[in-house]
């Protein structure tokens, strides 16, 4: 088997898709006679800067010599590539699979979900594992590229592998005839409410019931129709045939680590560092703040070390769970670390604060007491009783304990949406 890994084939500008390319290079082979096991969709590290809004690497397995994979990608990347933007530099790396991928290969991998690589060290495992590549532009895409094959061939090193098929999830990808792109897609949204409502769970972040968005259709002026994502590859399938829609070029299954939450590392607040994504544990030691825009911050504390926290306007209503947060609650934030504060996309309760202090109220006229000066309590003037201090009262609260996360709509490809399960506590799904 030979893998084919492609990466940074796309434009945030001119539009074009990474998938589109990798499944162009599975129908070009398929010409030839060349049976394909499998198309991978990779998601990489979503804090990265340069990458398009997914960060997808593709991978190809495909029953052929090497050399006939590298003609036909070549000549395809040569024809496809966005490589007209002066941000895409294309990246193509082909490799014999001997005996599953070599162990560096497979940690480089692994650290590509969480960490910016470097284009050298890229290099060197190619060389090192005499694998063939080639570059456009400068080739950045090549990290990406040998990313792709990494997480998605087999590995030598059972206890160490960085992939967990069984999370692994499907996408069905539709492609608009090339004349069309650029245009405005035509597809009936009943057929689409339709079809989500018929295969949710199996079926997710097919549309927003909240906004009434179609999540599997993109904006972007690329190749892509819809995508259809899910557990089962013959639910997706059915899916994205009961839609209504313009006519589609082709189509293609994705095996992917969409879903799955591969990018977060559990972790400590003194420890986070910007750039990765983390599960961190802490307490809300400062009330939830809305700020210009909309977007609501608040700070979580754990042994003496604060991390502020985020909830931006694009999220939607998930701000309102957060809002709901009080000082005292303990929680576990999920989300990506970016100039010190960690840009929420999932939190759980852990424990909720019930008991508020407030000013008393006098026990004769019943009105709020006033203070009496610093440390020196509370009276009531007009009566002249007193009180040493404020009090205890339990308080309803508008959470549970559980998990909480953001709606469809605003959902990053490779984080886990709450209705897959796997979770430590109940949990509150957004449809």
């Known amino acids: 088997m030979t893998i084919v890994g492609i990466d940074d084939t796309d434009s945030r500008t001119r539009g074009m898709c990474t998938t589109y390319l990798g499944v162009r290079i599975a129908d070009a082979l398929r010409e030839r006679g060349v049976p394909i096991r499998r198309l991978c969709l990779v998601r990489l590290n979503p804090a990265i800067e340069h990458k398009t809004r997914g960060n997808a690497a593709v991978a190809v397995h495909a029953d052929c010599d090497p050399d006939v994979a590298f003609e036909v990608a070549t000549e395809l990347i040569d024809r496809l590539a966005e490589t007209d933007d002066p941000n895409t ?182 420890t986070a560092r910007n750039g990765r994504a983390y599960r961190l544990e802490g307490t809300v030691s400062s009330p939830p703040e809305t700020r210009r825009g909309g977007h609501v911050f608040l700070t979580i504390e754990d042994g003496g070390r604060t991390m502020e926290c985020a909830a931006f306007e694009p999220t939607k209503r998930f701000r309102n769970r957060v809002r709901a947060l009080r000082t005292g609650d303990r929680i576990v934030a999920c989300g990506e670390v970016s100039d010190g504060t960690l840009k929420l996309e999932k939190f759980a309760v852990r424990e909720l604060n019930r008991i508020a202090h407030e000013t008393p109220d006098c026990p004769d006229c019943g009105r709020s007491m006033e203070s009496a000066g610093r440390d020196q309590g509370y009276r009531c003037r007009d009566c002249g009783t007193s009180s040493n201090g404020k009090v205890e009262i339990q308080i309803e609260r508008d959470l549970e304990p559980g998990w909480y996360e953001v709606p469809p709509c605003a959902r990053r490809h490779v984080a886990k949406p709450l209705i897959r399960g796997g979770f430590d506590a109940p949990i509150h799904p957004e449809r």
């Open 89 to 270: 530099r294309p990246g193509l790396v082909v490799a014999p699979d001997r005996d599953g991928s070599p162990d560096a290969v497979v940690e480089f991998a692994g650290r590509g979900l969480h960490e910016r690589h470097d284009l050298e060290e890229a290099l060197t495992l190619i060389e090192g594992a005499d694998y063939r590549q080639a570059g456009w532009a400068g080739g950045r895409g090549r990290i990406g590229a040998l990313a792709a094959v990494g997480a998605s061939a087999p590995s030598t090193a059972e206890s160490d592998d960085p992939r967990s098929f069984e999370e692994w999830t499907y996408e069905h990808i539709t492609y608009r005839e090339r004349e069309r792109w650029g245009t405005p897609r035509v597809i009936d949204p009943d057929s689409v409410f339709a079809a989500a409502d018929g295969a949710y769970p199996e079926v997710w972040d097919t549309v927003d019931r909240g906004t009434g968005d179609l999540v599997c259709v993109p904006s972007a002026p690329g190749p892509v129709l819809h995508g259809i994502r899910g557990d089962d590859p013959e639910i997706v399938r059915e899916v994205a045939a009961r839609i209504e829609s313009e006519p589609a070029e082709r189509t293609a299954t994705f095996l992917t680590n969409q879903g799955t939450d591969a990018h977060l590392l559990p972790g400590e607040i003194a």
